[in-house]
């Protein structure tokens, strides 16, 4: 099996930088996605090999992926940032992977 | 735009089958480089992969659940299924659709989902 750890939180005032990681053993060798998802919906993509941005998405949201850490960073983070954000990768050994999931507080 | 929706009971006993269908619609087929897959989320908890099909019909399924699951297309209909048994209060949980756009053994993400159906296991 393989597993993505994230901190369960995370918390950041208004207008600073966030940063949500997630773990795993050579993840800097996978590429790796994240997904927002606001309470009651369905996750959005805001992430997807490790550094890219779907269409649509704002550009304060950004990605990067090295040794053991992928790393969101949400640059002058806004209110409507508040979301739970899941990192995810494929491995050989157990496909699709989602990390635990890590709640964004914007105080 | 390509949508997804899924549909099913919302109530399954235990021991019994869960049986959900995904809709594709707008414009998109279920051909082409895509995998279509099934995530859940059970209450207040986290996501969890299901597995996924392709166009052809090959599956990959969640080592977990490879007993008890079985995932189906029919291209005819633009719908792909899901069919999990032996259910137990565990598989009670928000299930997804999701379109999977991938380079096989390089990168899988998901780009489209559904809404999420809630399926709860209750006697």
């Known amino acids: 099996s393989y597993d993505l750890t994230q901190p369960p939180s995370v918390s950041v005032s208004p207008g600073q930088t966030a940063s949500i990681t997630c773990s795993g053993d050579d993840l800097g060798y996978k590429y790796v996605s994240w997904y927002q998802q606001q309470p009651g919906q369905s996750p959005v993509l805001v992430i997807y090999q490790d550094n890219k941005r779907p269409s649509g998405i704002p550009e304060r949201f950004s990605g990067s992926n090295s040794g053991n850490t992928a790393t969101l960073t949400i640059s002058g983070t806004q209110a409507m940032d508040e979301a739970d954000y899941y990192c995810?990768?494929?491995?050989?050994?157990?496909?699709?992977?989602f990390g635990g999931g890590t709640k964004l507080t914007v105080l | 735009q390509v949508q997804l929706q899924e549909s099913g009971p919302g109530l399954v006993k235990p021991s019994q089958t869960l049986s959900l269908s995904c809709n594709v619609s707008g414009g998109s087929s279920l051909s082409g480089d895509y995998y279509w897959s099934w995530i859940r989320q059970p209450p207040g908890k986290g996501l969890e992969w299901l597995g996924y099909i392709s166009y052809s019909g090959n599956n990959y399924y969640n080592p977990s659940l490879w007993s008890r699951i079985i995932i189906s297309l029919d291209a005819s209909k633009n719908q792909f299924s899901l069919k999990l048994s032996s259910v137990t209060a565990a598989d009670t949980a928000v299930y997804y659709c999701a379109r999977i756009r991938y380079e096989f053994r390089h990168y899988y993400y998901m780009d489209v989902w559904g809404t999420g159906t809630t399926v709860t296991v209750s006697s």
């Open positions: 995810q990768a494929w491995d050989s050994s157990a496909a699709l992977v």
